[in-house]
């Protein structure tokens, strides 16, 4: 087990997931039903699901296409995104 790909990967995910969306609808769903662990049970085992597939899905993107590629690929598509978003077309 390699600690510093551990942590690393646990800093990037924590911090780029701080007040984000996913908070804010848990903050949501946990003010609206009262019910903080059915709430938290509930977004761990999405988090774990969602966080298996990405894994999965780039290691198998890796076998095929450069890192740097891939990053290039994510930033770009983040972009397109925010423009889409700023001129409210998604």
């Known amino acids: 087990m390699d600690w510093k790909v551990i942590l690393a990967t646990f800093g990037a995910v924590f911090f780029a997931e701080l007040a984000d969306k996913t908070q804010l609808v848990g903050i949501g769903m946990a003010a609206k039903t009262g019910k903080p662990i059915s709430v ?8 774990i699901i ?13 076998r095929f296409i450069k890192p740097e590629l891939m990053r290039y690929l994510g930033a ?3 972009i397109i995104i925010g423009v889409l978003m700023l001129l409210k077309t998604i």
């Open 40 to 47: 938290w049970l509930g977004s761990v085992s999405a988090y």
């Open 50 to 62: 969602v966080t298996i597939i990405s894994v999965f899905l780039g290691s198998i993107l890796a």
């Open 76 to 78: 770009s598509l983040f």
